[in-house]
């Protein structure tokens, strides 16, 4: 199912907290046999800025191998802008970045760079925050029944062809305080599971995909049943949409899924609606 794919374009600052990022990198342009390009923006602050003569030796030193045969871009301008734009010109099928940095109890937090190229990019952003040791295995597609969560969906399932993938809607019970009725919460649920059924019955899914999922249901605000989901299935990414219908899909990062990115533990694919 991985048809299509092209160039995997992995931006880093030369730092070490960039290693998991373009260690992921490197391991997905091999698995996919397309090309590698590593982005390193030259700015007042950079490593090589002044320096422009030995730019590839020290972008080559932080590859896993110095010698491997990837392509080396030491672009001159503001990082944000130059990812997407060295991505849309490479016709790259990914973007992969680090977080940008954690604060003093090591929780994430994502910078303007990774903000502004969720925001801007035509095409998948992967966040990397663990480690990689092996493919992944266990995807959590987080959906709202938009066709935004199907674009999602279907992204991960062609980027990812062997891993297993679940796939979570969440509801809750609005004016829950007031509502106490337990035929509101069981309708309510009702609902939910109607539109998860149609979402997964969409002519734009395979059957060889549907044969493939998990659908999972859970009761509360987003965050919390994604996190939980997580958790349960063991899930190594975590897919969210942007531009679809509820909060973590609005037209920017925004603010569920800018708290989602900051919290999760485990590696994150952003993949925008393209109109």
């Known amino acids: 199912m991985t048809s299509q794919i092209k160039p995997v374009l992995v931006a880093t600052d030369l730092s070490p907290r960039s290693d998991r990022a373009v260690d992921r990198a ?26 422009p003569v030995d730019d590839e030796e020290i972008i080559r030193g ?13 672009a001159i301008g503001s990082a944000p802008t130059v990812i997407v734009e060295a991505a849309k010109s490479a016709n790259c099928s990914l973007i992969v970045t ?22 801007h990019s035509t095409v998948p952003v992967l966040v990397v925050k663990q480690r990689p040791h092996l493919p ?34 969440a509801y809750h019970v609005p004016y829950e305080g007031w509502l106490r009725s337990d035929g509101v919460k069981q309708e309510c649920a009702e609902w939910a599971q ?11 899914i ?15 605000e987003t965050p919390s049943v994604l ?11 975590v897919v ?11 037209a920017v990062i925004g603010s569920t899924a800018d708290a989602l990115l900051q919290s999760m533990s485990c590696d994150t694919l952003m993949v925008r609606e393209i109109s």
Request: glycine residues 6%; proline residues 5%.
């Open 227 to 237: 996190w939980k989901t997580a958790a349960d299935v063991n899930a190594d990414l």
């Open 62 to 74: 932080i590859l896993p191998d110095p010698n491997a045969d990837v392509i080396i871009v030491p």
């Open 26 to 51: 490197t391991f997905l342009a091999k698995r996919w046999n397309v090309p590698l390009i590593v982005l390193h923006a030259i700015e007042p602050d950079s490593k090589i800025a002044g320096n």
């Open 98 to 119: 680090g977080v940008a940095r954690f604060n003093h109890i090591r929780d994430y937090f994502i910078g303007t760079a990774v903000d502004y190229v969720v925001r």
């Open 194 to 204: 109607a539109d998860l059924d149609n979402f997964m019955q969409d002519v734009t």
């Open 240 to 250: 969210l949409g942007t531009h679809g219908r509820s909060g973590f899909s609005q």
């Open 136 to 169: 992944y295995t266990s995807i959590l597609v987080a959906i709202d029944c938009s066709s935004c969560a199907r674009q999602a969906l279907l992204t991960a399932a062609n980027l990812f062809p062997d891993a297993a993938i679940h796939v979570v809607h």
């Open 206 to 220: 395979p059957q060889d995909l549907r044969d493939r999922l998990t659908t999972h249901l859970g009761y509360g």
